[in-house]
């Protein structure tokens, strides 16, 4: 039981590459890859004779990959996450890879080899690395043909065999009728929707022992495909997930540790020992963030590899809102009840937040409503899957191309039949359709303006419950997605307002809590003993 446990709580960190443990290779395929990576040249090599650079800790993971096999010598791993800093030449090592299983020993005849991205500029940077490659050997040269036209497909063909190496980007709709043998999926984190990760991912599918490897920076936020990946190599890294088909390579430094460290940059900076990437380049960037907020998350993301919150000005520190991932009592029916709604029409969501008063705690129960129509469409846009969110019932999506105002009307209603609802708060906003009926039904309907006279001292009460553990939320996904678009702006007197990060970003459920928690604040919650019948009817009640 004790090893169980040790199991699963080990560190992320690949300290297989340094620890000197065996690496199985039965049938000498590790040694093989290595052995023709070291045969290759590169034009910007150090090396005598222009040698591919393959560096100690790149080699360990070579020998991981290829050298593991079954008893048919099939590859054990099938996917490769390599989580790295920029400057440690993930590039070079991805198209060396690449080439291992276009021209090497790992290609099969008629394979299809693949550098995706998010972009075809930035495709092109690996298969630029590996056409130099190509071009540094005269023998390489004589044996394939490349085509590098400045808008069409790029692509190096090895005629002898059938096989190639090909540039797709995220013009995904041609690319679901791809068999690819061999994938690079490069910088995950900024890829803007999972259309072309699901058209190469099931391409893989359709044949055996092919490989997809992920290389990628730290992203930001965790509404991603990036996210999602890196999250389940985690699992994998900490022994909490057993799957040998995918190998961890996570080279991340803790949130929290010291990131003006050098010692730390160089622990997660694999490249440092071997002269890349710049030392001095470091200690530049770290006198930079001295002085500027920006550059101290630009450090942390980009020469240390933390993950950050979406926002560049934050709310709140994500890390403190999730402690708030409390499930809700069981026993809350019947207590006071705050509500607060914001409108939308066609683009944003409308957010209505229910605060419910238990003791100290506010208890937040969010629902979210969009438009039907395009909702696949909606979701590529704004970078979320809308899509899992309402088959999970996060969000409700209505008939047409706009808010049906009924649905929401009669969502509050039957809020207000649970709860002891003291007042529903409006957005002034596209309110009247559902906030009139309300009103002239009697319902307690009020409205809240969005400036900073009201929003700045709201936020204060938000960020105190918040801060105490006292904001319990349930980890609703689309919630907490809301609060890590939130960007403040604070003016020259530090009253403070909720922007958009970008123009994609939907912040209505955090606007909306602010607004409901607020107002929960400001509100006396009378215990059932400060009844004026208390007393005389105190054995009923």
């Not at 007197?493 to 909720?498: A, K, L, S």
Request: neutral net charge; aromatic residues 8%.
């Amino acid at each position: 039981m004790k090893a169980t446990m040790k199991a699963t709580i080990r560190s992320t960190f690949p300290d297989w590459i340094y620890d000197g443990s065996e690496i199985p290779d039965p049938f000498g395929y590790g040694e093989r890859a290595v052995r023709f990576l070291r045969a290759l040249k590169h034009p910007k090599s150090t090396l005598p004779g222009r040698q591919f650079q393959l560096d100690f800790w790149q080699e360990r993971i070579v020998r991981r990959i290829y050298g593991p096999r079954d008893a048919s010598g099939r590859r054990i791993v099938s996917t490769v996450v390599i989580l790295v800093p920029r400057g440690n030449r993930k590039t070079s090592f991805a198209a060396g890879l690449a080439l291992l299983h276009t021209i090497g020993p790992e290609k099969v005849s008629g394979g299809e080899a693949v550098f995706s991205a998010s972009d075809r500029k930035q495709a092109g940077i690996a298969f630029k690395e590996a056409c130099g490659v190509v071009k540094a050997d005269r023998r390489l040269v004589k044996a394939t043909r490349i085509y590098d036209p400045h808008n069409a497909p790029k692509k190096i063909e090895y005629p002898r065999e059938g096989s190639h190496l090909e540039v797709i980007s995220s013009d995904a709709a041609r690319n679901h009728g791809s068999t690819p043998t061999f994938v690079l999926a490069d910088e995950l984190h900024v890829w803007p929707s999972r259309l072309l990760w699901e058209a190469l991912t099931t391409g893989l599918d359709k044949t055996d022992d092919t490989l997809l490897v992920i290389a990628t920076t730290a992203g930001r936020g965790q509404d991603n495909i990036a996210w999602d990946i890196i999250e389940n190599a985690r699992q994998v890294a900490r022994g909490k997930i057993i799957d040998p088909s995918v190998l961890p390579v996570l080279f991340e430094s803790d949130p929290k540790v010291d990131h003006t460290s050098e010692t730390e940059w160089r622990r997660v900076n694999p490249g440092a020992s071997h002269g890349y990437p710049s030392v001095a380049g470091f200690h530049r960037h770290v006198k930079r963030a001295a002085t500027s907020p920006g550059e101290r998350e630009s450090l942390r993301q980009l020469k240390f590899n933390v993950w950050l919150d979406k926002s560049t000005s934050p709310f709140v520190d994500m890390d403190i809102y999730d402690k708030g991932n409390q499930p809700l009592p069981g026993d809350i029916d019947g207590l006071p009840c705050w509500i607060a709604v914001d409108m939308s029409t066609t683009t944003d969501l409308t957010a209505v937040v229910a605060c419910v008063r238990k003791g100290d705690d506010f208890l937040m129960i969010p629902k979210f409503f969009c438009p039907e129509d395009d909702l696949r469409k909606r979701a590529d846009q704004d970078g979320v899957n809308y899509v899992v969110w309402a088959e999970d019932g996060f969000i409700e999506p209505t008939p047409g191309n706009s808010i049906d105002c009924g649905a929401v009307e009669s969502y509050i209603r039957n809020l207000c039949v649970r709860f002891d609802v003291r007042e529903i708060t409006f957005d002034p906003a596209y309110a009247a359709p559902v906030m009139t009926p309300l009103t002239n039904d009697g319902f307690p309907t009020a409205t809240m303006r969005q400036g900073w006279v009201t929003q700045s001292p709201a936020l204060n009460d938000l960020e105190k419950a918040i801060l105490q553990g006292r904001f319990i939320h349930a980890g609703h996904p689309v919630l907490r997605w809301c609060f890590s678009n939130v960007a403040i702006h604070t003016d020259s007197n530090n009253n403070r307002t909720m922007h958009k990060g970008k123009s994609t970003d939907r912040i209505d459920g955090a606007s909306a809590s602010w607004m409901a928690v607020s107002r929960a604040s400001a509100a006396e919650v009378r215990s059932m003993y400060d009844r004026d019948d208390f007393l005389e009817n105190w054995a009923t009640i």
